[in-house]
């Protein structure tokens, strides 16, 4: 059964480069949504939608902080003000 958790994602200046959501695709069959981002070249975050197996996406968030990035999960809507 397919769920979507709410991430928030801040990763240092060695991973800015690296395109971290296109490999938790490729590794786990997510489905991201970036709901907003900030990169800079010293630092970064974005908050990300996963959708996926369970499974899935508490494989994409272990391997996210086994790089090195912070995650947290968020409720509510982060369009709103």
């Not at 395109?19 to 709901?35: A, H, L, N, Q, W």
């Not at 070249?41 to 994409?60: F, K, N, V």
């Not at 272990?62 to 709103?80: A, F, I, P, Q, S």
């Amino acid at each position: 059964m397919s769920t979507s958790q709410r991430l928030f994602v801040s990763f240092p200046e060695e991973l800015v480069d690296r395109p971290m959501v296109y490999e938790i695709i490729k590794r786990y069959d997510v489905i991201p949504s970036i709901r907003r981002a900030n990169v800079e070249a010293h630092s970064g975050w974005t908050i990300l939608e996963i959708t996926g197996e369970p499974d899935a996406i508490a494989a994409s968030i272990t391997y996210l902080e086994d790089l090195g990035c912070t995650v947290n999960r968020m409720e509510g809507d982060v369009l709103e003000s």
